[in-house]
DNA sequence: AAAGCTTCATGATGCATGTTATTGTGCAAC
DNA sequence: GTTGCACAATAACATGCATCATGAAGCTTT
């Protein structure tokens, strides 16, 4: 299976051949865009939905005096907001953090799609709730927890949520992100994301290697960052 | 109109009588609970979507370390989750803030609801889409924004939010919360919140009377902390 | 009206993290 | 292979907010 969409609704719910087909009918041929570039900006209405095939995203709101806020990562599989069209304008921008392939999905492809196949409406609606969990993770972990904890929460949630889509092998972890966009996540300085890598690496805890995060000790980290991955809502324990 | 659900969708598009009707319908006999009574916990598996009619509630989730993250509120004609039932157990809890009328609705009658009227079920997606729009500019207010700046947002949005539902009149406030809740909900400690409440005070914003906050300059409070209320997705302008 | 509790007010001190600056390193362009 | 650039590493210093502590003010209970 080579349609992360479907793989990740797999991940929630058993999908028929027919559920598959009408899954992979909706991509057509993917669309490439390099780095860098919006997919949508702050003010903009909507006109398509959009599915990541291949490449990270990432949801983000500039302020006046220029700081900026990441406020959900897109990876591969995740659909961005398949009712968007009830809103008039976004409130935040779409970016892309690396090279990706995209499918451009219309309104009334999603309303055919979730008509014709309950399954994958359901599918979907869980998809989107878990969306929304993360981002009440994000924000307790804003809120609540240090910049260690915030940063090896980052990482076992990506770890998750890679592996649930296909992208991880063995304990290495590929995240294409600089020390600054981490830090434009966790609300942290570069320089102190840089601390509490140091400090990860010196622990024993990860090494990194040009954008390849290698886990050494994924309990630990959890433990340390008191990580529970239960916001994620899998259903399917996969094996570690 | 005394159905604040009713009147906070009407805000988004006009609804029939029939639609009305079928609103009214699914309140039943309101149900009293008392303040800092919990109407789900962390964990447990929803049965019933909850109505605010009357009161304050807010979603909150508690770490080990006894820290606490408010991580939304509910005031009167908020609905929280009518899809919850899709997930498999709640990833935190909702607490009232103050005495409450509640109406409990099953999941069959949100079923028929949006089955029949689909005016209320475009509503209902736009009422989820906007929580969901709040939750992502909470993240960004706590991670880009001073302790001053969160506040004056926060009240600022409450604002907007009691005069949507009618709770509003002139320039008076009725904001049910201890500096403590403003400090769990803006990743504050009480000492801070009062430093800033104080602050806001000798600068002639707003004055704050038995838990009555009288905002005496809201074009300034708005200015000073870049505060634009978009994000809400008001579709009708309504008068200040 | 005293006692007890919750909430608000305010000062002293410290720390986690921000700010500014400098240097190193690896990759890309020419 | 030199230049330039993005990213990472690290040091010195600054600060917003937390922590700890104390007291006052207002409610509730008895």
Redesign the pocket.
């Known amino acids: 299976m080579d349609n992360p969409l479907a793989l990740k609704l797999s991940s929630f719910t058993d999908l028929s051949g027919g559920d598959l087909a009408a899954l992979d009918a909706v991509i057509g041929t993917p669309i490439l865009r390099d780095a860098h570039s919006d997919l949508i900006q702050d003010g903009e209405r909507p006109e398509k939905v959009i599915l990541l095939l291949r490449g990270w995203a990432c949801r983000y709101k500039v302020l006046e005096d220029g700081s900026k806020q990441i406020i959900a990562y897109l990876v591969p599989g995740d659909l961005c907001d398949p009712h968007v069209f009830i809103l008039d304008a976004m409130d935040h921008s779409i970016g892309l953090l690396t090279d990706a392939a995209l499918a451009f999905i219309s309104r009334d492809a999603i309303i055919h799609l979730t008509d014709c196949c309950p399954k994958i409406a359901r599918a979907l609606w869980w998809s989107t709730l878990v969306d929304e969990a993360v981002l009440r993770h994000w924000l307790v972990n804003l809120g609540q927890r240090?910049?260690?904890d915030r940063v090896a929460h980052l990482f076992c949630e990506l770890w998750d949520r890679l592996r649930q889509v296909g992208l991880k092998e063995d304990d290495e972890l590929e995240v294409p992100l600089?020390?600054?966009q981490i830090g434009d996540t966790m609300?942290?300085?570069?320089?102190?994301v840089?601390?509490v890598?140091?400090r990860m690496r010196t622990e024993g805890l990860v090494s990194?290697k040009?954008?390849k995060i290698r886990v050494h000790d994924l309990p630990r980290l959890r433990e340390l960052c008191g990580y529970d991955p239960s916001y994620l809502h899998l259903r399917r324990r996969s094996q570690l």
Do not use: G, S, Y
């Open positions: 240090d910049a260690f600089t020390q600054e609300a942290l300085t570069t320089v102190h840089n601390r890598i140091q990194i040009r954008k």
